[in-house]
């Protein structure tokens, strides 16, 4: 069926990356764009960039510029989200999220803690 | 960047009830709108696309109205599932943008 399945819990330490994927099944992969939300802890959604799995092209919000790495693997229906210099404030649950935001991936939670 | 107001940020009301919440976009947006519902521990769920057109699947007690700058999502009659989280999006230009959320509890 239609999914998006992402990676599982992440545990990491202050100043290291995480990469998060997100593995489309069910559609057709490079027809629908591929944003990357979090949420941090008891707080609102936060967008965080857009790719274009089709051509690999990426727009990042600001707020992630120089840390966030979006990728993507045709072969596999697979885009990965890469965030590195990690900070206790980066705790929050990560989704994948398609096209107009129609189809969410179930989330992944990225603890960072010494 | 397109800034999103939200209000309000938590409401109480009844199973029944009328409910209302708006988003504000401080530039035109045209109808590049969302409205997304959340439950605690669970994904965003999309209820309204292009600002008024009702998500396949969701049920008809949800709406959503505006253009432009000012935008609504209406619950004709709140129901017990109805109580979660409610989110806009602004899709219009880039750095797409989330509402601050409205927390629909219970009276």
């Known amino acids: 069926q239609v999914q998006l399945v992402q990676s599982g819990a992440e545990v990491k330490k202050p100043g290291a990356s995480v990469k998060v994927s997100c593995k489309a099944s069910?559609?057709?992969?490079?027809?629908?764009?591929m944003h990357w939300v979090r949420q941090a802890p008891g707080q609102g959604l936060e967008w965080m960039g857009i790719?274009?799995?089709?051509?690999?092209?990426?727009s990042y919000a600001q707020k992630f510029q120089g840390r966030v790495t979006m990728t993507r693997d045709t072969s596999t229906s697979t885009v990965y989200m890469e965030l590195s210099s990690l900070r206790s404030e980066d705790t929050a649950v990560y989704y994948c999220a398609r096209g107009y935001f129609d189809l969410w991936g179930r989330g992944t939670l990225v603890t960072v803690s010494s | 960047d397109i800034q999103m107001t939200q209000s309000p940020s938590s409401l109480s009301a009844s199973v029944g009830d009328r409910v209302t919440i708006t988003c504000r976009a401080s530039?035109?947006?045209?109808?590049?709108l969302g409205w997304y519902q959340q439950k605690p521990g669970k994904a965003p769920k999309r209820l309204i696309y292009?600002?008024?057109s009702l998500q396949s699947g969701v049920p008809s007690r949800f709406s959503g109205s505006g253009s432009g700058t000012e935008f609504t999502l209406t619950i004709s009659s709140l129901q017990p599932e109805d109580f979660a989280t409610y989110y806009c999006?602004?899709?219009?230009?880039?750095?797409?943008?989330f509402g601050q959320g409205t927390k629909v509890e219970i009276k």
């Open positions: 069910g559609y057709t992969f490079t027809s629908y764009y």
């Open positions: 292009a600002a008024s």
């Open positions: 790719i274009n799995p089709s051509g690999g092209s990426t």
């Open positions: 530039q035109g947006i045209r109808n590049d």
């Open positions: 999006l602004q899709h219009n230009s880039y750095p797409w943008v």
